[in-house]
């Protein structure tokens, strides 16, 4: 009994040993505001690694930090030759997927832990789960499946995925900022932030924060006119469609 017990104390001392930080992070601004002249912003994500109850820094650490926008379900598709046209052959649905993915780091992802640890916590995009629904079933596929890379190079085109390993920065051994980029073309909601902090390997603290996309201005009136009056939101673009096809008539008619 005495040997179990000491063994159990020495499982919870070096489990708090393991567990000495804890992560302080605060955002450049908590709300974006799209507006007619709305062409992106670039966060920054400020934070500190401080030492929990009794624990002690270490002097070198990897951060990684992991920004998704809204779920979303997309399909994509595979066209091939037949007969001399190009026609849509395969198809692939991808199931409540990130509208916007961004993960960066300060140095390479390879670099931060063992392979299976950076598949266990999604560390870097390859191994983010992206799940796909491949018949009935639904389940993530290999890094290099066609689909997938085809799905996430249209994302990279588009702005709206992306990784860096240079985008944060230590100021200091336990200060860092990290700069989010968030296009022009980024979907209204809640964006999550998810934090882990890494030493030796191992991650040793981790937190979450979120901000958010909403309209501003006459767009978020025009969308909320449309969702909460639809009748008279449908009459009124119907009047103006029609005053603006007699003005044109108008203008350009010849006597």
Do not use: C
């Not at 997927?97 to 931060?112: A, C, K, M």
């Not at 689909?147 to 709206?160: E, V």
């Not at 296009?183 to 030493?199: E, H, I, Q, S």
Request: charge should be positive; proline fraction near 3%; aromatic fraction near 8%.
């Amino acid at each position: 009994m005495i040997a179990r017990l000491a063994i159990v104390l020495a499982l919870a001392l070096t489990a708090s040993a393991a567990h000495a930080e804890r992560l302080v992070v605060s955002l450049s601004n908590a709300r974006i505001a799209v507006t007619s002249n709305y062409v992106g912003e670039n966060l920054v994500l400020f934070g500190t690694v401080q030492p929990d109850t009794g624990g002690q820094l270490k002097s070198d650490y990897a951060l990684v930090v992991t920004a998704s926008g809204p779920s979303e379900t997309l399909r994509t598709r595979r066209k091939a030759r037949v007969l001399g046209i190009f026609v849509n052959v395969d198809s692939r649905e991808f199931v409540r997927v990130p509208s916007y993915l961004t993960i960066i780091t300060d140095r390479p992802v390879g670099q931060i832990a063992a392979p299976d640890v950076l598949r266990r916590l999604q560390v870097g995009m390859d191994n983010y789960i992206l799940t796909q629904r491949v018949g009935a079933d639904f389940a993530d596929t290999v890094s290099d499946d066609p689909f997938r890379t085809a799905f996430l190079r249209l994302k990279d085109q588009q702005h709206l995925y992306g990784q860096s390993n240079t985008a944060v920065t230590f100021l200091t051994s336990t200060v860092f900022r990290a700069s989010i980029p968030v296009p022009a073309n980024a979907t209204t909601g809640r964006y999550g932030v998810d934090v882990k902090l890494f030493a030796q390997g191992v991650m040793v603290a981790r937190t979450a924060t979120s901000f958010d996309v909403t309209k501003a201005g006459i767009e978020q009136y025009v969308v909320e006119s449309s969702q909460d009056h639809g009748l008279l939101y449908g009459l009124a673009t119907m009047s103006m469609a029609l005053a603006i096809g007699w003005l044109a008539s108008a203008a350009f008619r010849r006597d």
